[in-house]
């Protein structure tokens, strides 16, 4: 097997990887100043689209996490990427918050539930049955069914709580049309936010602690891919997959030395499969 590249620039999943509920992962502000540190092109993602970035960079400064607007890649971001290469311009029907509608509003699209072209669903906590009902009858009418993420379960202090994923399956239920999920892990989503920051599948790698989603998202791009098990996966969930992560760590505090600074250029990268 070919070796691998240096690795040149990192993305990494928020939730399980840098916070758990809303509190820092140990290693995880290491990790951070070391990605500034190096001046490597890195993108810090998540499936959540329920805020902006500049939201989710204040929330993560107030933890002790300075990640800048720009290294912030979100399913709204991505979604509105993919709509904007799509029809420039457009209409859409939206469930969701301000991130995604700031991000369709930023690219010129108009939000309407007048023959829109799109349909589209992002995470909200208040999803309304009139507001499911108009999107079922605006699909029917013909109007495509775009949706973040297939997430189906989100968490929460109080336990699980239904999510995107779950909540287009009850659209698609009734209408018959699947959704295009714009979202990890879907590679677009990687390969849009690898264009935002001019890095390359082949030098980049992806830190995640799902198999499902940021391990498939970072396979399917190409990409080096680690998995932590601060999340929701556990080793002995690693076999019930028929592909792999590169390499499986502990934390993100195990990657910190990974991040090459500049006098560290000649200095060898990861192997395979730990």
Same mark, same amino acid.
């Given at each position: 097997? !070919?070796?691998?590249? %240096?690795?040149?620039? =990192?993305?990494?999943?928020?939730?399980?990887?840098?916070?758990?509920?809303?509190?820092?992962?140990?290693? !995880?502000?290491?990790?951070?100043?070391?990605?500034?540190?190096?001046?490597?092109?890195?993108?810090?993602?998540?499936?959540?689209?329920? #805020?902006?970035?500049?939201?989710?960079?204040?929330?993560?400064?107030?933890?002790?996490?300075?990640?800048?607007?720009?290294?912030? =890649?979100?399913?709204?971001? $991505?979604? !509105?990427?993919?709509?904007?290469?799509?029809?420039?311009?457009?209409?859409?029907?939206?469930?969701?918050? $301000?991130?995604?509608?700031? $991000?369709?509003?930023?690219?010129?699209?108009?939000?309407?539930?007048?023959?829109?072209? #799109?349909?589209?669903?992002?995470?909200?906590?208040? #999803?309304?049955?009139?507001?499911?009902?108009?999107?079922?009858?605006?699909?029917?009418?013909?109007?495509?069914?775009?949706?973040?993420?297939?997430?189906?379960?989100?968490?929460?202090?109080?336990?699980?709580?239904?999510?995107?994923?779950?909540?287009?399956?009850?659209?698609?239920?009734?209408?018959?049309?699947?959704? #295009?999920?714009?979202?990890?892990?879907? %590679?677009?989503?990687?390969?849009?936010?690898?264009?935002?920051?001019? !890095?390359?599948?082949?030098?980049?790698?992806?830190?995640?602690?799902?198999?499902?989603?940021?391990?498939?998202?970072?396979?399917?791009?190409?990409?080096?891919?680690?998995?932590?098990?601060?999340?929701?996966?556990?080793?002995?969930?690693?076999?019930?997959?028929?592909?792999?992560?590169?390499?499986?760590?502990?934390?993100?505090?195990?990657?910190?030395?990974?991040?090459?600074?500049?006098?560290?250029?000649?200095?060898?990268?990861?192997?395979?499969?730990?």
């Amino acid at each position: 097997m !070919a070796e691998r590249k %240096p690795i040149t620039s =990192w993305l990494t999943d928020m939730d399980g990887v840098l916070i758990h509920e809303g509190i820092p992962i140990p290693g !995880a502000d290491a990790f951070i100043k070391r990605l500034r540190d190096s001046g490597l092109p890195f993108l810090v993602l998540t499936n959540n689209s329920i #805020y902006t970035a500049r939201d989710l960079h204040a929330r993560l400064q107030r933890m002790g996490l300075d990640v800048p607007v720009e290294n912030i =890649w979100t399913s709204a971001l $991505a979604t !509105a990427q993919f709509l904007d290469d799509q029809r420039p311009g457009g209409t859409a029907y939206v469930i969701g918050e $301000a991130g995604l509608t700031t $991000a369709l509003h930023d690219i010129g699209y108009v939000l309407t539930d007048h023959d829109p072209d #799109y349909v589209v669903l992002g995470e909200t906590r208040t #999803y309304s049955f009139e507001a499911l009902t108009k999107a079922i009858r605006l699909i029917n009418a013909g109007a495509r069914f775009i949706c973040t993420n297939p997430d189906e379960t989100g968490p929460s202090a109080e336990g699980p709580l239904p999510a995107t994923g779950s909540v287009a399956a009850l659209i698609t239920k009734a209408t018959g049309k699947d959704p #295009y999920f714009a979202g990890k892990p879907n %590679p677009l989503m990687m390969r849009t936010g690898l264009n935002a920051i001019g !890095a390359h599948s082949e030098t980049s790698a992806m830190i995640g602690d799902r198999m499902d989603t940021d391990v498939l998202a970072g396979l399917e791009a190409g990409m080096q891919t680690f998995l932590v098990l601060t999340g929701l996966t556990t080793v002995a969930d690693i076999d019930r997959y028929p592909f792999g992560p590169s390499h499986v760590v502990e934390s993100i505090a195990d990657l910190v030395d990974l991040v090459e600074l500049p006098d560290q250029a000649d200095q060898p990268t990861a192997g395979n499969r730990d």
